[in-house]
């Protein structure tokens, strides 16, 4: 299981997320939990990056959940159906137990 936890998530992080996502798929990982629950800003090239992680994890047989800061999702789920996508948690323990 891979936990990575970010305070920012925007186009600079996505890229060293996604070097992170091909190693985690190349070793086999199954369980990716991305913990934004302390992030202070999402952009839509992170949203997007996420989206090619959870298809990446899944083609693996494998499972990616988000542990998420509820202001921020609760804003991105009223504004985009891409987030229904994901499994979100309100805590990392949450997420742990899920799998």
Not at 26 to 47: A, G, P, Y
Not at 70 to 97: C, G, M
């Amino acid at each position: 299981m891979e936990v990575v936890n970010l305070s920012r998530a925007t186009w600079k992080e996505a890229n060293e997320f996604k070097k992170i996502l091909e190693e985690d798929v190349e070793k086999k990982f199954r369980k990716l939990i991305v913990d934004i629950s302390q992030c202070e800003f999402l952009d839509s090239t992170f949203l997007g990056t996420l989206v090619l992680a959870k298809r990446s994890i899944n083609k693996i047989g494998g499972e990616l959940k988000i542990v998420e800061p509820p202001s921020v999702f609760k804003v991105l789920r009223e504004k985009t159906s891409t987030l229904q996508v994901f499994d979100s948690y309100k805590s990392l323990d949450d997420a742990v137990n899920s799998f």
